[in-house]
């Protein structure tokens, strides 16, 4: 399971509806289960197509520099699927490389976001978590 609060769930809703056709990316920070920070970040890949993302590396250096210093720490990364669903893809699969982050997806139909879903993935592997979104 995740946890975020509503206004965090509201960022990452603006942030995929902003970024469509393209996919929008960020990161999560947090502790356990609880999101504790949403850090929309510009998508590096958002010119080679709506099907793939990629975080500036420099975002997030400073994000885990500062994290570390709050007690938070990275737990995964936000994007969202332009008019596809809220699964891992093939390209998501092949980026794959930190099994232990999340990866929550937003479905993006017609420039509308639809409900988060996420999951871990390591390869084949993958783990879908329940995403609780509550309020302040």
């Given at each position: 399971?995740i946890?975020?609060?509503?206004?965090?769930?509201?960022?990452?809703?603006?942030?995929?509806?902003?970024?469509?056709?393209?996919?929008?990316?960020?990161l999560?920070?947090?502790?356990?289960?609880?999101?504790?920070?949403?850090?929309p970040?510009?998508?590096?890949?958002?010119c080679?197509?709506?099907d793939?993302?990629?975080?500036?590396?420099?975002?997030?250096f400073?994000?885990?520099?500062?994290?570390?210093?709050?007690?938070?720490?990275?737990?995964?990364?936000?994007?969202?699927?332009?008019?596809h669903?809220?699964?891992?893809?093939?390209?998501?699969?092949?980026?794959?490389?930190?099994p232990?982050?999340?990866?929550?997806?937003?479905?993006?139909?017609?420039?509308?976001?639809?409900?988060?879903?996420?999951?871990r993935?390591?390869?084949?592997?993958?783990?879908?978590?329940?995403?609780?979104?509550?309020?302040?």
């Amino acid at each position: 399971m995740i946890r975020l609060r509503a206004a965090q769930w509201e960022t990452v809703r603006r942030e995929a509806e902003a970024a469509y056709p393209a996919e929008c990316c960020g990161l999560l920070l947090g502790r356990e289960e609880q999101i504790t920070a949403v850090i929309p970040a510009a998508n590096l890949r958002a010119c080679e197509g709506n099907d793939m993302f990629e975080v500036d590396p420099q975002v997030r250096f400073e994000v885990e520099r500062g994290a570390r210093a709050g007690g938070d720490r990275l737990i995964g990364h936000y994007h969202s699927h332009p008019d596809h669903p809220a699964q891992p893809s093939a390209t998501d699969r092949a980026m794959a490389f930190e099994p232990n982050l999340i990866w929550l997806i937003v479905p993006v139909a017609g420039g509308s976001a639809g409900e988060p879903r996420a999951f871990r993935l390591c390869g084949e592997d993958v783990e879908e978590l329940v995403v609780e979104i509550f309020p302040e």
